[in-house]
Each structure stands twice: as structure tokens, then as C-alpha cells.
């Protein structure tokens, strides 16, 4: 098979999450690195945390990714990862503002712990938040999505 010459590969389009380092189920204590804007392949708005594994000896210093689409219907997840990383008492923020983004940026070299569990994606393991709790001994739940 030829390969057309001037054919490129474009890496920024390239889902990285394949890369995401693959835990066991379990509690890890991890410190917010970045967020990024992007979108996801749906074309939904999205932020994409990454996010650094510590006080685990097998895994600490490894990356994780935790993506929050903006879209009404999961505001939840993002409201309830700030709402533990940050003072967001009495406020209601457009998640296009500079205030929003503010609000993220004072997230950065904060920790939480995250419990992430396993699951099959498309053939493939994976890692799935199922909840998060605060560094500090305050436990916040993330709510599981309800069918309809």
C-alpha cells in the first residue's frame, strides 16, 4: 500500500486519554496540574484537568485526566470538583466568564482525592471517577447520573 508524500498526522488531534496511566479501583490523592478548553468528539465544550498522582509509591508523579463536558445536563461534575477546591458559596458563575476561569486557575496545585473504579470502554480498561472527596477530612460525594 502507498502512502500519499505530504500525507500528515496531526497529534494535537489525537485522543490522549489512550496515554492516561491505568490505576487500580481504589482512593488516590492527587494534585490539580492544568485545565484546558477543548472539545470533545461529540463537538460538546469540554475542560480537560490533568491532574497528578501523590502518595502512592507504584504510581505518584503519574498523570491522570478527568474531562467535564459544558453542557447543562453535567454541570454537576464540574460544580462539584470546584466546589471542593474552591470557595463557590452563594455564587452562580457563566462558564464562559473570566470568573470562571479564575475559579479554575485557583484550583491549581490544590489536592483532593478522587476514587476511581474500572470499566470497559470500546474493548479497552479504563479508569472512571466515581467520586471525590476533599484533602482536608470533608467527604463530598460526586451524585451518580439518574436514568430517565
Known amino acids: 500500500m502507498d502512502i500519499k508524500k505530504g500525507t500528515t498526522i496531526d497529534f494535537d488531534a ?10 487500580p479501583p481504589g482512593k488516590y490523592r492527587m494534585r490539580v496540574k492544568t485545565f484546558d478548553r477543548s472539545k470533545a468528539k461529540t463537538g460538546t465544550p469540554q475542560i480537560k484537568c490533568e491532574l497528578e498522582i501523590l502518595d502512592n509509591p507504584e ?18 461534575r ?32 490544590r489536592t483532593l482525592f478522587i ?11 479504563k ?5 471525590y472527596l476533599s484533602d482536608s477530612g470533608q467527604t463530598e460525594e460526586v451524585p451518580k447520573k439518574v436514568s430517565k
Request: aromatic fraction near 12%; proline fraction near 1%; include cysteine.
Open 14 to 23: 489525537i485522543d490522549s486519554s489512550a496515554m492516561d496511566t491505568l490505576v
Open 59 to 76: 504510581f505518584e508523579g503519574c498523570t491522570k485526566k478527568e474531562y467535564f463536558p459544558l453542557d447543562e445536563k453535567s454541570f454537576w
Open 78 to 109: 464540574i460544580g462539584q470538583f470546584l466546589k471542593l477546591l474552591t470557595d463557590t458559596t452563594g455564587r452562580e458563575v457563566d462558564v464562559n466568564s473570566t470568573v470562571f476561569d479564575d475559579l479554575l486557575d485557583e484550583c491549581v496545585e
Open 115 to 125: 476514587v476511581y473504579g474500572k470499566e470497559v470502554f470500546n474493548g479497552l480498561e
Open 127 to 131: 479508569n472512571s471517577s466515581r467520586r
